[in-house]
């Protein structure tokens, strides 16, 4: 069984790979791009599930169809065996050798190997939840997403066991209610847009410390007009300041970064010593 959530925390600043490690002619969300996370010493790959026309689960970011396979189509409108044509782009929009993964194998290559964030899990939560059942692999698996009823109906009705962590911008009104839940609210993800913000405040993290609780920050951008750490990202870091970046982040005491250059910032937080506990 994969060394556990809360046990890796206790060693070292956790590492998640954003989609694995993409570049060049190895497109996110594909096997190849999950082994090359791993090999850089990712502790957890993020992943993408949506579903086929026919009912397959598979890895893809929904509504990416164009930029990421050339074509306006929609995978949910196509069958699996439509879907197994289909071929990658790379980064220079040329087809790659990459098909479109399928959940059940993915999570049968890397049963026992790593942790995994199942994104976009309430597009599809009882079919995802009964094939991480499947594969008895609930204790791998971390679902994230922004708070609201329906969410935690969910949780509690069908998939208590899941680790599961709030998005919270700026603050975190909902700890003390998730406390007293019945699921199993592991830690919060924080977007924060200054660092006056409450969650990116020392006071708040020693809290959810105190709480038994984790706090996963984001380096990755998505939007530069659109910050997830208030500039403490993976583009500063890489730009000459790594200090600013990374370094900011580790410092602050968050237990999980969220990026796309795995490798490098494992070495930036080891030649600096925040990489361990």
Known sequence: MTEGLFDKTKKHLLVVAH??????????????????ALMQGADMIETDVSRSKDGTLIIFHPEMEPHFLGKNIRLPDLTMEEIEKL???????TPTQFGILRFD???????????????????????????????????????????????????????????YMPIVHETHPLHETLMKSKIRYVGAEVLFTSDDAEVASPAFI??????????????????YRDQLAAGHSD?????G??????GWLADRGYDMIQTDWCLMLIEYLKKTNRYYR
């Open 19 to 36: 989609r694995g490690v993409s570049g060049g002619n190895i497109p996110g969300n594909t096997r190849a791009a999950y082994e090359g």
């Open 235 to 239: 583009d500063t870091a890489l730009c």
């Open 206 to 223: 020693e809290r959810m410390h105190k709480d038994g609780k984790l706090v996963w920050v984001n380096s990755i951008i998505y939007n």
């Open 105 to 163: 194998d993915l999570l049968e290559t890397y049963k026992d190997k790593c942790l995994i964030n199942v994104d976009k899990f309430w597009d599809h939560p009882q079919e995802i939840y009964e094939a991480v059942k499947r594969h008895d692999m609930a204790e791998q698996i971390v679902v994230k997403s922004a708070p609201s009823e329906n969410v935690l109906r969910v949780l509690e009705d069908l998939a208590p066991d899941l680790a």
């Open 87 to 93: 071929r990658y782009l790379n980064a220079d929009d």
């Open 241 to 246: 300041d790594p200090d600013a970046g990374w």
